[in-house]
Nanobody
Framework: QVQLVESGGGLVQAGGSLSLSCAASRLTFGTYVMGWYRQAPGKQRELVASISSGGMTYYVNSVKGRFTISRDNVKNTLYLQMNSLKPEETAVYYC????????????WGQGTQVTVSS
């Protein structure tokens, strides 16, 4: 079965950086739109960034200029470089995979906790 496994979360001070990875298996990774989502306590899950199979990227306004999403279609891995982190960005971060023609994500990872201390 398809697996998406996130790693790289942890505790960081405000203004610091973290790099998340999402390793995909049993998935034709290069054909999927990949995304990073986050869910803070008591809040809805939100899309943070996404990247198409061709490398086209999208960022939610609040992270533009600070976060960078990338993918390695040979290693079947998705990345999210997060700089200048803010306490309000404390959340569980999830990666997800979606077929280009689909509305909803087909697969989700289990999530990795990111905690930003003030």
């Amino acid at each position: 079965q398809v697996q998406l496994v996130e790693s790289g979360g942890g505790l960081v001070q405000a203004g610091g950086s973290l790099s998340l990875s999402c390793a995909a298996s049993r998935l034709t990774f290069g054909t999927y739109v990949m995304g990073w989502y986050r869910q803070a306590p008591g809040k809805q899950r939100e899309l943070v960034a996404s990247i198409s199979s061709g490398g086209m990227t999208y960022y939610v306004n609040s992270v533009k200029g600070r976060f960078t999403i990338s993918r390695d279609n040979v290693k079947n891995t998705l990345y999210l470089q997060m700089n200048s982190l803010k306490p309000e960005e404390t959340a569980v971060y999830y990666c997800a995979a979606r077929r280009p023609a689909a509305i909803n994500n087909d697969y989700w990872g289990q999530g990795t906790q990111v905690t930003v201390s003030s």
